[in-house]
C-alpha cells in the first residue's frame, strides 16, 4: 500500500476520534479544541494524498475510491454531528448529504461508462467552504456565530449551485443506450 492510500486511510481512522472529542467533553472545553485539530489534520491529508499521488505517479484505484469517500465521511460526520448539538438544522444537512449521493451515484454510472467525472470549480468552492464552516462550527466561538451561519447558507447555496453544475455538464451519463 503506497504512501498515499496510507492517508487516506489515516483519514478514516481519524473520524471516530474526531466525533469522540467533537461530542463528548471527555477533557472538558479541551475536547473541541482536540476535535478541531483531528479534523484538520484529517483534511490535510487529503490535500496531501492527491498531491503525493499525481506528483509521483502512485494513483490507483483504491485511492479513487477510497478517496472521494473518506472525504464525505468525515464531511457528512462533522455535519451530522452539528445536527445532533443543535448548531445545525436538519434539513440543511440532508441537502447537502443528499448532493453527495446523488453525485456520488453520477460517478459511478459514469465509471461504468469509462467517463470521469472531475471535480467542478463550483464543487471545490463548495468544499472549501465547507470545510471553514466545519472549523468555525468546531471552535463554537460566540463572536463567530454570524460568520458561521453566513457560511452554513453559502456553503448549501454552493452544494446546490454544484449539484445543478455536475448533472447540466454530465447529463449524458443518464442516457440509456437503449433510447431511440
Same mark, same amino acid.
Given at each position: 500500500?503506497?504512501?498515499?492510500?496510507?492517508?487516506?486511510?489515516?483519514?478514516?481512522?481519524?473520524?471516530?476520534?474526531? !466525533?469522540?472529542?467533537?461530542?463528548?467533553?471527555?477533557? #472538558?472545553?479541551?475536547?473541541?479544541?482536540?476535535?478541531? =485539530? +483531528?479534523?484538520? %489534520? @484529517?483534511?490535510?491529508?487529503?490535500f496531501f494524498d492527491g498531491y503525493i499521488a499525481r506528483k509521483y505517479n502512485l494513483v490507483t484505484?483504491?485511492?479513487?475510491?477510497?478517496d472521494p469517500l473518506a472525504d464525505k465521511l468525515l464531511v457528512c460526520s462533522a455535519l451530522i454531528?452539528?445536527?445532533?448539538?443543535?448548531?445545525?438544522?436538519?434539513?440543511?444537512?440532508?441537502? !447537502?448529504?443528499?448532493?453527495?449521493?446523488?453525485?456520488? #451515484?453520477?460517478?459511478?454510472?459514469?465509471?461504468?461508462? =469509462? +467517463?470521469?467525472? %472531475? @471535480?467542478?470549480?463550483?464543487?471545490?468552492?463548495k468544499t472549501a467552504t465547507q470545510m471553514i464552516m466545519i472549523i468555525v462550527f468546531i471552535m463554537?466561538?460566540?463572536?463567530?456565530?454570524?460568520?458561521?451561519?453566513?457560511?452554513?447558507?453559502?456553503?448549501?447555496?454552493?452544494?446546490?449551485?454544484?449539484?445543478?453544475?455536475?448533472?447540466?455538464?454530465?447529463?449524458?451519463?443518464?442516457?440509456?443506450?437503449?433510447?431511440?
Amino acid at each position: 500500500m503506497n504512501l498515499p492510500n496510507k492517508l487516506t486511510l489515516l483519514r478514516v481512522l481519524l473520524i471516530p476520534f474526531f !466525533i469522540f472529542f467533537l461530542m463528548t467533553d471527555y477533557i #472538558g472545553a479541551v475536547s473541541k479544541w482536540i476535535a478541531l =485539530g +483531528i479534523f484538520c %489534520a @484529517a483534511s490535510l491529508t487529503d490535500f496531501f494524498d492527491g498531491y503525493i499521488a499525481r506528483k509521483y505517479n502512485l494513483v490507483t484505484n483504491f485511492g479513487k475510491f477510497m478517496d472521494p469517500l473518506a472525504d464525505k465521511l468525515l464531511v457528512c460526520s462533522a455535519l451530522i454531528c452539528f445536527t445532533a448539538m443543535g448548531r445545525m438544522p436538519a434539513w440543511i444537512v440532508i441537502v !447537502i448529504v443528499a448532493r453527495e449521493f446523488i453525485i456520488s #451515484g453520477f460517478r459511478l454510472i459514469a465509471a461504468e461508462q =469509462g +467517463i470521469v467525472i %472531475a @471535480a467542478s470549480m463550483w464543487g471545490k468552492f463548495k468544499t472549501a467552504t465547507q470545510m471553514i464552516m466545519i472549523i468555525v462550527f468546531i471552535m463554537d466561538i460566540p463572536l463567530l456565530y454570524i460568520p458561521g451561519q453566513v457560511l452554513m447558507y453559502a456553503a448549501l447555496a454552493l452544494t446546490v449551485i454544484s449539484l445543478v453544475d455536475y448533472i447540466a455538464k454530465n447529463r449524458n451519463v443518464m442516457k440509456d443506450d437503449k433510447e431511440v
